[in-house]
């Protein structure tokens, strides 16, 4: 493994993962890298589950001549505004959407799309700056808040554009597919609006069978209208009132441990997979169950210090419930950034039935308690 803070990853240790410290921003660093390893043995194969490095895999991967997706896609598919034209030539149903490079072109934009509308860097993850602006005000003080942003979280150069769309009404599914096939949909639940922080998936979601056919062949002739066609993708749909509406599609493994509750619900494992996908071994995507998984993930309520976490040990005893994890100590100091950062833990359960399963991690996380101090 190849990266640049490897104490991030503490499964190094425990796991005896060989790694190197390499400044992972740099394409440069990165060639090198994988040449001196490629003079003292033979490379399997490269491959990054990360949407920050994902291209960058795909690029050296095709320079070796081993699996992996066509790097033009994957770059693609990575800007949000490219991505979106590419829908839209392709026929499918997209919102209207403009990028736009300055404040002036923000507001000539909102004569077009009225808000309510989206707007969002056009490169990112884990929703980081995406926000729902009802007002031109609004949309004007946020457009300019990421125009004036030269590096993402983690210190990696961002274009300087910005992407307004109009808003999607309906409920947010995920399509998580391998090569050219629909594993499953996962019904996701997102945070309070003007925000989308992702805070809990259910798999598989139970649908009619015409809906759930019309959001797989939906998400298809995305993957199909980007040219993607290997290894995992996950492609987030929402279901308005015109049809399934592709919010993004990401050419990666799903984050938010989904392809932990696909595995817990159908018995593929989608990380081993790709593993074997990625150094050209005979891949397994039959399900062996039919079961149903869902994760909560826990917040904190404010900004502060973790002061004390209790009954963790009262939830896990919660019927169904199969995993729980904190991923902060009592001493972290914990924050409130409105994205993914915002998860501090969370709960998993099984069962027969998507509703049972849900339950569950609810339940179980309504028991546990993390006590923050205000800073």
Known sequence: ?????????????????????CNTSSSTEVGNAIQSL????????????????IEAAAMFAAKYGLPGANPEAVRACRNKWVQRQRLQSAGLLTP???????????????TKIPPPVVVK??????SVGVRLCYTAEDVVDHASVLLQRTVNERGMPLPSEVLIEEYLVGQEYSVETFGEAALGITRKHVSSEPFFVELGHDFPADLRPQIQESIATVARQGLQALGLHWGPSHVEIRLTAKGPTIVEINPRLAGGFIPEIVRLATGIDIVRETIRLVVGEKTEIQPLRNGHASIRFLTPSRNGTIQAVNGVEAASRTEGVSDIQIYRKIGDRVGIENDFRDRIGHVISCSDLEMSAARASELACGKIEIQVQPH
Do not use: H, N, W
Request: hydrophobic share 35%.
């Open 1 to 21: 493994m190849l990266a640049e803070r490897p104490e991030r990853y503490p499964f190094l240790e425990q796991d005896s993962v060989s790694y190197r410290r």
């Open 38 to 53: 490629s003079r003292e043995v033979p490379l399997a194969g490269i491959f990054s589950s990360s949407e920050y490095f």
């Open 96 to 110: 209207k959407f403009e990028c736009v490079t300055s404040v002036g072109e923000a507001r000539v934009v909102l």
């Open 121 to 126: 860097p056009t490169m990112g993850s884990g």
